[in-house]
């Protein structure tokens, strides 16, 4: 599964949006906001590049980084279970919960009985 070099994050989440069959109707304004800071993300770069240069002509302060979009758009796709690790922990839920984590001090115990 490979993205062509021309695809937008926008289409991509388009995409991934298209073949995830768990979305409901009450998932309609989460998938919005996703599909929203799909496109933010995508023209960043060049409403930055179009203000850098503006920046330059003018001796204007250049706006900050946008650190805050990627990291979100990842939290909304991992929440609509859009990610790998969201996928697998949604097909956790149906399988055997993990065993109980041995008490170390018990364990010790038992190993000292049976050795002495």
Known sequence: MSTEPDDTIYDATVKALDAATHLKATDKGAVAALKFLARKIDTEDQLR???LERAGEDNV???PLDN???PTYLKY????GLTPAARGAA???GAAPAPEPEDELAAFSRKKKRTG
């Open 91 to 93: 097909g956790a839920k």
């Open 77 to 80: 796709c991992e929440a609509l």
């Open 49 to 51: 590049d179009l203000v």
């Open 68 to 70: 805050v979009s990627i």
């Open 61 to 63: 302060k250049p706006p």
